[in-house]
């Protein structure tokens, strides 16, 4: 994995939302990639119940090329 560059799209990751098996997986798959020496980029939906305060958000309005 190792100078991989990967874009995880999840509906749910944790520490966001809820913790749920679908939630619980988008935050373990990405970090096991990061161990291994590969770059991601996790994007989700930034729902109305999510802490900004409490997190640090980055919010895409466009993406290009």
Not at 8 to 34: C, D, G
Not at 52 to 59: I, V
């Amino acid at each position: 994995m190792k100078d991989k560059r990967i874009l995880y799209v999840s509906s749910e990751v944790v520490p966001y939302l809820p913790e749920t098996e679908i939630s619980s997986m988008s935050f373990e798959a990405p970090r096991m990639v990061n161990k291994q020496g590969g770059q991601i980029r996790i994007f989700m939906p930034r729902y109305g119940n999510i802490n900004e305060r409490r997190h640090q958000l980055h919010e895409v309005i466009r993406l290009s090329g």
